[in-house]
């Protein structure tokens, strides 16, 4: 049971259970067996590590990471390493709170951490309030702050042992406990002191600690930092449009609008996007690797009323059921063994947008039913959760194989298929749309103009009759890619064939009798003028197998 009201009084004097621990003068509770490798204190196995070598640790940490980092990496690991000492400490003492929270202190002491004493501790469950202030008079941690050379870098020094205290009376008293040095020997200070209060009891000055418990890896905040320096980038262009006076929309990686200008074969797709942006329905897209399925999704999301609202992306590959329940409907804080901080789930997250799940067909039917469920009520359960969550969110999904012929395969639930059908889209691969390759060309070409600043760079006619060529079996992401290293790697103000990547120039595409398709057999005919023996000559046929395949769609 958690304690509902604690007060100085019960920390006067340990009790024999815990003084006979500190009062020998010999060290009675370290066993070690040298022929074995083996050191244990208190039955727990471990390994001794000098001042010197964790001094050394220290000083690269912070070389490495910096000051606050190093700050907050240290804090979080010592409100892990106190919440599981605390969770031992209650049983070990039946669960007796006082008992516990002076086990910190003295089993602290006998592993050679620190010599520490409780000043005061007054808690009222009821108020609300918590204050406990606890003095250091010896630290291991503050000697090899000043062992390392770092004096006062980052203000008091003794960040895992504050990290200790806060965690251990966390998993006490069941309530976040936030711990901050007001004093430190490494810092000038004749001790360390330490004060400890309820997470809302403190202000600003602990929001340092706040963030640091959220677990923000360096990766993690480097994506920040790059999404600020994005959004910070795209209100420039949007302030310089309005300069010019440029009305203009913001282009993704791919603008649907652009493509669907020469494509016959992407119109009804365009279309059909339209048609969905003005509805709230699930959606599936079908089309191979790299055709710009997402793109889609972005651009149906963009013109929806949701557009204001989050778009997150699942990839839906490679992780287990229980991983992929954890990303989507998230948990609650010790929903779990490890789960010590709450995750909200992408579909929360996604509420009032729109949720994008990539290769929904690797999802186990298990998880599928528990998707169909969350899109037909509106409601998920985080793990460990003691009620449902609403969320509002549209669901759109995408496929690389026939999500007709996953669902008669067994891949896809019947119910789940039906549910995510009522907008299909079908997005032709690249070889299917002869007409777009120099437009999308040319909008890739822009955009890595302004990348690597070469805005005068061109490409030259036999760049264009290359790429005309080639079947791109990578579909979009592949000219995107090949144009950006024709861009790096060309020397001079025109693209040329030798600018491209040698398994383009290798693969150089000649289409075969069967593969001719009417707007392959148009594009064709446009560039050699209507005459048909070079057309022939150019698709590698013969000109009677032209003239039938011309006969057979009607092309004049």
Request: charged share 25%.
């Amino acid at each position: 049971m958690r304690p509902a009201k604690l007060s100085s009084s019960l920390f006067l004097e340990l009790p024999p259970v815990l003084a006979h621990y500190v009062e020998a003068e010999r060290h009675l509770w370290v066993e070690g067996n040298p022929k074995q490798g083996r050191l244990s204190v208190l039955g727990r196995s471990g390994g001794f590590t000098d001042h010197e070598t964790l001094a050394v640790e220290r000083r690269h940490l912070v070389a490495t990471l910096g000051v606050e980092r190093t700050r907050a990496l240290l804090y979080r690991m010592g409100f892990e390493q106190g919440r599981r000492d605390a969770a031992r400490h209650m049983q070990t003492f039946g669960e007796n709170a006082r008992l516990a929270l002076q086990a910190a202190l003295v089993f602290g002491q006998l592993q050679g951490r620190f010599v520490a004493e409780t000043r005061r501790f007054d808690y009222d469950a009821e108020k609300k309030t918590l204050l406990r202030e606890i003095v250091v008079s010896m630290s291991s941690e503050a000697a090899v702050q000043r062992m390392a050379g770092l004096g006062a870098k980052g203000g008091c020094a003794c960040w895992n042992t504050a990290g200790y205290f806060a965690g251990h009376t966390s998993e006490i008293l069941g309530k976040r406990v936030l711990t901050m040095e007001s004093g430190c020997s490494a810092c000038g200070s004749e001790q360390c002191a330490y004060t400890s209060k309820l997470d809302a009891e403190f202000g600003e000055e602990a929001n340092w600690i706040r963030q640091a418990l959220q677990g923000e890896s360096v990766d993690e905040e480097v994506r920040s930092r790059d999404a600020m320096v994005t959004s910070a980038q795209r209100a420039a262009r949007r302030a310089q449009m309005a300069l010019t006076g440029l009305n203009r929309r913001l282009r993704s990686d791919l603008v649907l609008e652009t493509v669907v200008a020469e494509s016959e074969a992407m119109a009804p797709v365009a279309q059909r996007a339209r048609q969905l942006m003005a509805s709230d329905a699930p959606v599936i897209i079908h089309g191979e690797p790299g055709t710009g399925k997402e793109t889609i999704a972005h651009t149906i999301h963009n013109g929806s009323q949701r557009k204001k609202k989050p778009f997150v992306e699942v990839d839906c590959v490679g992780l287990t059921d229980s991983l992929l329940e954890q990303e989507l409907f998230g948990f609650e804080k010790d929903a779990f063994q490890g789960a010590t901080l709450k995750h909200t789930g992408a579909y929360l997250r996604a509420n009032g947008g729109t949720l994008y799940l990539n290769r929904v067909t690797a999802l186990s039917h298990e998880m599928q039913g528990l998707l169909l469920k969350a899109i037909q009520t509106g409601q998920v359960w985080p793990k460990g959760a003691e009620e449902p969550s609403r969320a509002d969110v549209r669901v759109i999904a995408a496929v690389q194989e026939d999500p007709l012929e996953a669902k008669e395969a067994g891949e896809i639930r019947e119910d789940f298929y039906y549910a995510l059908a009522v907008g299909r889209l079908d997005v032709p691969p690249l070889r299917e749309r002869q007409t777009d390759i120099l437009r999308l060309a040319e909008d890739f070409l822009r955009d890595f103009q302004k990348k690597y600043e070469r805005p005068r760079v061109s490409m030259s006619a036999a760049f264009k009759q290359v790429l005309l060529d080639c079947a791109w079996p990578a579909n979009v992401r592949q000219l995107r890619n090949v144009i950006e290293h024709a861009v790096i790697m060309s020397s001079g103000g025109e693209l040329e064939p030798k600018d491209l990547p040698e398994e383009i120039l290798a693969t150089r595409w000649m289409k075969q009798p069967g593969d001719l398709t009417p707007e392959v057999i148009k594009a064709t005919l446009s560039r050699t003028n209507n005459n048909r023996s070079k057309a022939a000559e150019m698709l590698g046929v013969g000109r009677t197998t032209l003239w039938r395949s011309m006969k057979r769609y009607g092309i004049e």
